[in-house]
């Protein structure tokens, strides 16, 4: 059992390894989008309608990322538009190149996901205090390629393409009345800064990924020793009960572990001792290749109660 056990836990833990080894290995933003895409694109429905959107299901380890996606007439997107979650393409949007259908997708990376485009953009001196929101276009007409699908680009006509981060941000006032930027992140590497147009709305002319950053704060002055002694101390205090209770825990495991094989032992022990001596009750011997119990040796000779006479039958 206790072998069982040990290959159970083996086994979990490669799996959450693996899961981990692959999400920590996603660091480029070029290669989370290629991956979003393939996911989005196995996860479509031939029956899915057009210009409704739908949630993709990513797997376990793109824990955080949120992904909707839709097809649209290219036709019909430059004489309507449409409202992509938050991205809104206004009227006169521009496909290029223009094919039958277009499958948008929208991504929302979540605040764990979006320090890939942190750290794969130079952001000195701004943080990110919003998640990156990003809206792109694949051919999704009748003839799409489901293995290798080619990226299209969305232009905004007359109207600019609005991306609204008012659900992602802390609606009380900055006490420092400092606002936000929008933050384009582009193909090449860098990154355009401009003013939001209004409350946590940010403008774009084509797609792309956005978000919104603010300057870093200074850094604060150094500590005097004197704190930096108690915070040590404090995390020697944190770090010492944190290990001693999972020593705790490991040893009240091991001494579980041996009262019940302790137990078990006793009651196999017990066992043997009883059919041990049942055996030498009886006397148990192998008879071929059977076990069976055998009586003692003795037995109650005969006796002859009458002295014997020879018989003669009258003809002889």
């Given at each position: ?44 429905d031939l029956h899915f309608r057009t210009g409704m959107l739908y ?256 018989y003669y039958h009258p003809s002889s």
């Open positions: 059992m206790g072998s069982l056990f040990s290959f159970f836990f083996i086994i979990i833990f490669l799996v959450l390894e693996f899961l981990r080894i692959e999400a920590e290995g996603i660091k480029s933003a070029r290669l989370l989008d290629l991956l979003i895409r393939d996911y989005t694109f196995k996860s479509y949630a993709v299901k990513l797997p376990a380890n793109f824990s955080g990322i949120k992904v909707d996606t839709g097809r649209f007439r290219c036709g019909s997107l430059r004489r309507y538009g449409a409202q992509v979650k938050e991205f809104h393409l206004g009227i006169g949007v521009i496909v290029q190149p223009c094919v039958e259908r277009v499958m948008v997708i929208r991504q929302h990376l979540g605040h764990n996901w979006s320090s890939v485009y942190y750290a794969s953009y130079d952001l000195s001196g701004y943080q990110l205090v919003s998640p990156i929101l990003g809206l792109l276009a694949y051919n999704g007409g009748s003839d799409v390629n489901f293995s290798n699908p080619f990226e299209l680009g969305i232009h905004a006509g007359d109207k600019p393409i609005t991306i609204n981060f008012t659900n992602f941000t802390n609606s009380t006032n900055n006490p420092s009345e400092i606002k936000p930027l929008c933050a384009s992140f582009e193909n090449n590497g860098k990154v355009t800064l401009e003013n939001t147009v209004s409350h946590h709305v940010c403008v774009a002319k084509r797609h792309g990924h956005y978000g919104l950053v603010m300057k870093s704060p200074p850094s604060p002055p150094p500590l005097p020793p004197e704190q930096v002694k108690k915070k040590i101390s404090l995390w020697k205090v944190v770090v010492g009960s944190t290990v001693g209770s999972a020593l705790g825990v490991f040893l009240l495991g091991l001494l579980l572990v041996a009262m019940f094989v302790k137990v078990k032992k006793k009651a196999r022990m017990e066992e043997m001792e009883r059919r041990a001596y049942e055996e030498e009750a009886l006397q148990v011997s192998m008879v071929g290749h059977v076990r069976a119990p055998t009586a003692a040796v003795t037995r109650t000779l005969p006796t002859i109660e009458h002295e014997y006479k020879p």
